[in-house]
């Protein structure tokens, strides 16, 4: 062994100016080994997730149940509550929802009053008359403001009076008429080319009374 042999001297820089690389440097960590004071891999790692706590389980099973109990509750209760209007709504097939044109009701003498509410009518044309049925919920100042418009009044109003005839009813699938109900009518007869007004009234809800018109023109 030579003497250059036994006392290695400093170790060279290579000679393409690049420095050697981490894993190739005398004493660091071998190529693709793992980094000193890393974690290994395969082993958990430090604050790892926690397992799912008993109250949030409890609560999921909570809301899976509640929910659908709930709308099963609400869906009862539209039932209840609206069943007399979904069943004229499905018999009444004529009548379109919505506000008559600005046109029919100038024609037909129907003005019908803001913000009323379930508005519907519908409109038969002949050459012998032409019809226009309508109906809306109201609340009291509505339908005083609506009989003074077409000019009468509330008194007018004759109790357990139903004007609109069964025919008419039947064409648009009014209910009426009915047993059980708080009706009250007046019939208003205008001098030609005026029309001819049946209003038929309500009054189960007093505050919110549900008007039925049927105008009548003769050509």
């Known amino acids: 062994m030579t003497a250059a042999e036994q006392h290695p001297g400093p170790a060279m820089p290579p000679t393409d100016g690049m420095r050697p690389a981490d894993g190739m440097r005398p004493g660091g960590p071998t190529p693709g080994g793992p980094t000193p004071g890393g974690p290994t891999s395969g082993g958990p790692t430090p604050g790892g997730g926690r397992p799912p706590r008993r109250w949030l389980k409890a609560l999921v099973v909570f809301l899976l149940i509640a ?24 018999s009444a097939k004529g009548l379109s929802a919505g506000y008559p044109t600005r046109v029919q009701r100038r024609i037909y003498d129907v003005p019908v009053p803001p913000y009323s509410k379930k508005v519907a009518f519908y409109e038969t044309n002949s050459w012998k008359v032409s019809s226009l049925y309508v109906q809306f919920v109201t609340d009291r100042d509505g339908l005083d403001a609506f009989l003074a418009k077409i000019g009468t009044r509330r008194s007018a109003l004759a109790e357990g009076e139903v004007t609109i005839t069964g025919d008419q009813a039947k064409k648009v699938g009014w209910q009426v008429g009915a047993a059980g109900h708080d009706w009250a009518g007046m019939v208003l007869k205008q001098k030609d ?7 038929t009234v309500k009054f189960d809800s007093p505050a919110h009374p549900k008007v039925y018109v049927v105008s009548t023109v003769t050509p």
């Open 67 to 90: 929910i659908p109990a709930g709308y099963l509750v609400i869906s009862a209760l539209q039932s209840r509550n609206g069943g007399e209007d979904k069943a004229e709504a499905a």
């Open 193 to 199: 080319p005026q029309p001819k007004l049946r209003i």
